[in-house]
DNA sequence: AAGGTATACAACCGCTTCACG
DNA sequence: TCGTGAAGCGGTTGTATACCT
């Protein structure tokens, strides 16, 4: 026995709104506000509407201040960077773009923004979803979602892959090589001269105010102090719960690389890339283990165990050639 | 000009989270 | 502490329009 509907389907309408309706929603919700009730609103004025529909609806389209239109490039450069740190999290996303909501920004990235910056990635085929969703079933990709290999992608472009002194552009460094962790001398001397900052010029230029380092670092952290293992905070006190405050020092750590609220106790402030090669790594295992395929089909996970898969998508998707 | 295809965006669906009794 | 229902969220679908052949 399922969960009740939230409302009568039957005598619910569907579709695009009216121009009637949309008068009929705005003028109450600015006269009397949602009454913290939107499944009872729409009975109230008489709207033949579900009240999620009715919700949604305002946040979208009928609410004061919000932007329709183009996307700026600074938007692009926000919504790309979030996007490589936390993934499909539209609402923290739309939350850094003031008039932008959560769906307008999945739509844009979806449609857009997504293709501008990956491009097309296999061959004359180009037709989309389908054929997208046709070449992931055909290729072996051992579970990961497009979305990862996406995130990965982007990633990859970000850091430099077109550097002559990227880690990508060192096959001896690629992660076939199972390094020991901490073994980086090699990237630390990159690091130190690149100083963390988008490595290849061209990319530089293509983002010139968005610091992609500290947020992506930060995939790390999602992974594993948070939500795998509690913390010694969350162990002996709790965590904070309150919404905005949780939710403001998230956008602060992805954003900026700290916690907010927490002055002495910075946990990503370390951008001396000491430990590049384990990051990139544990960047690589964050995006599959965080996948929710991944997660549906597996839930014990070794990092260990990952890395063969891994080398394969690297190859593949990333550089762009198979290996047997 | 017509039909097919691609694109953009609005809206829906269902799952998760949260608040409250 | 638990159950319930509303809100929030992200994935997906539907549809109008633009573009191409």
Known sequence: MGRAPCCDKANVKKGPWSPEEDAT????????????????LPHKIGL???????????????????????FSE?????????????????????????GRTDNDIKNYWNTR????????RKGPHSRRSSDDQESNKDGDNQG?????????????QLQGLKSPFSFYNHPALWPKVHLPLGESSLLQDQCNNTNTSIADPAMAQQFPSTSIDPPSRHAIDDFAPTQMVPSQDEEQG???????????????????????????????????????????RNSLNWWANNDSDVRSSSNSWDSDSFLPPLDQIFQEYVMGYHVQ
């Open 113 to 120: 923004l997504k293709k501008k910056l990956l491009g097309r």
């Open 74 to 98: 600074e938007e692009d450069n926000i919504i790309c960077s979030l996007y490589i740190s936390i993934g499909s999290r539209w609402s923290i996303i739309a939350a850094q773009l003031p």
């Open 48 to 70: 033949k509407r579900c009240g999620k529909s009715c919700r949604l609806r305002w946040l979208n389209y009928l609410r004061p201040n919000i932007k329709h239109g183009s």
């Open 25 to 40: 929603l705005k003028a109450y919700i600015e006269e009397h506000g949602t009454g913290g009730n939107w499944i009872a």
């Open 144 to 156: 990961l979602s497009s979305a990862a290999i996406e995130r990965l992608q982007l990633h990859m």
């Open 238 to 280: 709790g965590m904070e719960n309150s919404a905005n405050g949780f939710m403001q020092d998230e956008i602060d750590e992805l954003l900026f690389g700290r916690q907010g609220g927490q002055e002495e106790e910075v946990q990503f402030s370390e951008l001396d890339c000491l430990k590049e090669m384990d990051y990139e």
